[in-house]
């Protein structure tokens, strides 16, 4: 930037409630218009940084959504099966980080009307999705658990993933016992909620395949939209996997 250019910025950071600014880490001190330099002038701004990987250790790596997905594991636990990491359909990171932002910027803005002093908020994309990961961070520490591809399965929960049916796949959620029983009845198959395999969530979960091969030779009968309106009487969360559930 020139002397100008970089007057006008100073300028209207001096004039502002909030500045963000996404520069590698450094970049704005080099210029005059970090924090700090700019704090001392207008103690009530709050700035937030946006990063990569935070001011230490990778500050100067390129932050990337698809190669945070790849460093954090997220793509280790999504695709269709084992030995196929795939990246999610959208750049999530991004949007997960975008969020902590504005909770940061909001407490620091809650923390100068106390104090009558603005704060530099930083986030970064890699402890962003980590905060993400919640679920699998905690299986493993907790009990050991190292998360692997389940395609749309849930690594705990069964039914809870994409049905064939005789037309379009259906999304079923099922989150307990009387939700089993009450799709089991739709699909004219109540015997199955007292079998020893299936009887309980646990039982189900290890035993998923069997189960699905049992529910998809019933819903093979039918087309999605038929199950919709059986599954939506009955109280269970189902949406057709091809568009928006009607």
């Known amino acids: 930037g020139t002397a ?27 210029l005059g218009l970090g924090y700090a330099d700019l704090s001392a002038v207008h103690p009530r701004l709050v700035m937030c940084s946006i990063s990569g990987f935070g001011s230490g250790a990778g500050a100067e790596l390129p932050g ?29 990171v991004d949007v997960v980080t975008g969020l902590h932002a504005v909770y940061g910027i909001l407490a620091a803005l809650r923390h100068r009307d106390v104090t009558g002093r603005g704060q530099h908020v930083e986030v970064n994309l890699l402890s962003s999705l980590l905060s993400a990961m919640v ?14 591809i389940l395609g749309n399965d849930h690594p705990s929960i069964t039914p809870y993933g994409v049905h064939a049916t005789a037309d379009r796949p259906l999304v079923l959620a099922v989150g307990n016992d009387r939700q089993f029983r009450a799709l089991l009845g739709v699909l004219g198959r109540p015997e199955l909620a007292d079998d020893e395999r299936f009887s309980t969530n646990p039982e189900r ?16 009968h039918h087309g999605a939209d038929h199950w919709y309106a059986g599954l939506t009487a009955a109280g269970i969360q189902r949406v057709v996997a091809t568009g928006a559930a009607r």
Not at 135 to 145: D, H, P
């Open 135 to 148: 679920n699998q961070s905690a299986a493993y520490v907790a009990a050991g658990v190292v998360p692997g």
């Open 64 to 92: 990337y959504d698809l190669l945070v997905q790849a460093m954090v594991g997220l793509m280790s636990v999504t695709g269709p099966g084992p030995g196929h990491p795939t990246k999610v359909g959208v750049a999530l």
């Open 4 to 30: 100008d250019g970089l007057a006008q910025a100073r300028d209207l950071a001096l004039r502002a409630d909030v500045l963000v600014e996404n520069f590698k880490p450094g970049g704005l001190d080099r």
């Open 205 to 220: 979960v290890a035993h998923r395949d069997e189960l699905r091969a049992l529910l998809e030779e019933r819903l093979r």
